[in-house]
């Protein structure tokens, strides 16, 4: 790890938009953390958020800035609004929504680091998953294989 402190002003950010136009700005990335963590600021328009998923190999954690998002895990649907923070373990399926009308705002973090690179990807071709002849599920699960994520239907 890095000696200095990392300084991330509004504007130096790397942006990536992936899914229903959810807005990820990168904080700090493993080669800032040494690996321990990534972090972002999510921007997720009403109707955003990503299809159900289970990460096996990294910790979620939220903190919402603005807005409202609603959060389903094992069964349980928790509503978070400014203020509230929320971890989701490795290996729990859950999914996150907008169902409100106006933006939300959340910090995310993952540790360890590495899922950056899944973002880097999924944002840059998220049009080809769109395209894909066996359907967007399939395309996002042939991605996130290799970062230990799989994705599953809304209805499952």
Do not use: C, W
Request: aromatic content about 12%; charged content about 25%.
């Amino acid at each position: 790890m890095s000696n200095s402190i990392t300084v991330v002003q509004p504007n130096d950010d790397h942006k990536v938009i992936y899914g229903a136009g959810d807005e990820y700005h990168y904080l700090a990335t493993g080669k800032e953390t040494d690996g321990q963590y990534f972090a972002n600021l999510s921007v997720v328009p009403p109707g955003g958020g990503p299809p159900p998923h289970i990460q096996t190999r990294e910790e979620e954690l939220f903190y919402i800035l603005e807005g409202e998002i609603t959060f389903y895990a094992e069964g349980k649907t928790a509503v978070a609004d400014p203020g509230t923070f929320l971890n989701v373990p490795k290996g729990v399926r859950h999914r996150f929504r907008n169902e409100s009308d106006k933006d939300a705002k959340m910090i995310i973090l993952f540790s360890p680091a590495g899922l950056e690179e899944m973002f880097d990807e999924m944002g840059t071709n998220e049009a080809s998953y769109k395209e894909h002849p066996k359907g967007v599920l399939y395309a996002l699960n042939e991605a996130g294989a290799k970062y230990g994520v799989q994705f599953f239907e809304e209805d499952e």
